[in-house]
């Protein structure tokens, strides 16, 4: 059977007549047949993403801490260091410049 013999065949069976009364109920039998929804429905508290995000906030702490420690250690290292250079630093600040920004402390080598 090719289109047009379908086609013609399908244009020859009647079309079965419906009344008014039966468009106007038809909406009202859809919705009889649809599924109904669970009114009772109340969302369940799971433990599961709330445990998630713990987990995964303290991993990324853990690596935040674990990437930094490096250069805290690096700094713990030179303490010393870095506390007698501020502890001199007052002593080098001894010249005022002025310029177009304003004044400014010129650090200075002592001699």
């Known amino acids: 059977m ?3 013999e379908l086609e013609s065949k399908l244009k020859s069976v009647r079309v079965p007549a419906r ?3 039966y468009w106007e109920n038809f909406p009202s039998q859809v919705r009889a047949h649809l599924p109904r929804a669970n009114a009772g ?4 508290n799971s433990w599961l993403p709330q445990f998630t995000w713990r ?3 303290a991993l990324a702490c853990a690596i935040f801490a674990l990437t930094l420690w490096p250069s805290f ?3 713990l290292k ?3 260091m870095l506390r007698r ?3 001199e630093l007052p002593a080098h600040l001894r010249v005022l410049m002025a310029d177009e920004h304003g004044l400014h402390y010129l650090v ?3 001699q």
């Open 2 to 4: 090719n289109d047009f």
């Open 19 to 21: 009344t008014d009364a």
């Open 41 to 44: 429905f109340a969302p369940q």
């Open 55 to 57: 987990v995964g906030f």
């Open 73 to 75: 250690n690096v700094f």
């Open 78 to 80: 030179n303490e010393r």
């Open 85 to 87: 250079e501020l502890a």
């Open 108 to 110: 200075a080598e002592q």
